[in-house]
């Protein structure tokens, strides 16, 4: 083994013409890569020495949640932004009816397309109705709500959703959203505009307190009495009562003839998956099946225990994740000889640069569910499999120095989800 190896390496043999002993040192020098690296691999993981220790002050629950960036990988290289943040980190603004909280660019520093909202409303309660620069499309996490939103051609849209539903509201028309029984409801919004701030809405209340009650008066053609019973701050969260039946309120407000045509709702996570086998599904709802949604596309994702979301990436858009349930790891690959790894958990929120190839590791004993959202009108990615099984067997063996028998092996068709 060890002749072999010298005659391969022109420098070794020059060598050999010194004996015995030369040959002896030459081997040890031979060893001396992979020993190097075995070393490097207990360093790492503390098993050879004391290098990996921590002696001084450590966050022990956080640590225990970020293992991929306290022990990285081997593979891990050079200055990676960070790509991950939790909504247990962010301030929990906590009103009568409900609360909210957010994740924006402030947050992660990189992430300028999209920024989200974690928002809870109590049976009854309503987030006050409100407009916005941004588009918003929301995920339904938990209990039900009744939502509206007004058309400039002034028709409604009145729906009930529930978890597993989504909404998507265009920018600037005016909406609501309202807990329902029995106990309300809480849910993802994602907003197309990374520096978007959930607390600087155009909200009706108020609108209402900064303008002057004589030009109240007169828009609404109302005495100076009604004018004084509006309310003279804002609202934002606040209680309610409970509203009846559906079709009742659309009836109400007008029937048919006042029906928005178009719909702002749609029930994501009973969907026929987009793809579906042994190690997970997704669901992509863009605007192909969900017309509405034309700036916010996303994909509901399950991955088992053990598998994989292969190694790929998206041309048109950066990524923007909301992980929902189960533990996993991500490596984010920037070119440049870097890449990070990180680990996520329920209620984290993950980034990946447009372009930068990445995979996500089912790391946990349960699924991981998680929704990756894109600002664009189609979900669109490149699976790393499929290409190499595109190209000329001879450019993927010259290029990976695999035999065709290994190439052929590679997945041949685009599988979002491998088992493990
Ligand atoms: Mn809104
Ligand atoms: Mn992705």
Redesign the pocket.
Known sequence: MISTAQSEQPGINRRSFLGAAAAALSASAIMAPDAFAQSREQIRKGTANHSADNPGPVNKALQAENNSSNTPPDTDHGDVSPFWYSFELSHRRIQDGGWTRQVTQKDLPDSKDLAGVNMRLTAGSYRELHWHTANEWAFMLYGSARITVLNTDGTIFIDDVHAGDLWFFPRGLPHSIQGLGPDGCEFLLVFDQGTFSEYQTFLLSDWVAHTPPSILEKNFMLPASAIRKLPDDEEYIFPGTVPGPLEDDKRAVGGAAVESKISYSFRMQSMKPTFEDAGGSVRIVDSTNFPAAKTITAALVTIKPGALREM?W?PNAS?WQYWIRGSGRMTVFVSSEKARTMSFNANDVGY?PAVAG?YVENTGTEDVVFL?MFKSDVFS?VSLNQWIRRLPNLMVREHLHLDSSEIGRIPDAKDPILPR
């Open positions: 790929h998206h990524e990946v990445h990756e990615d």
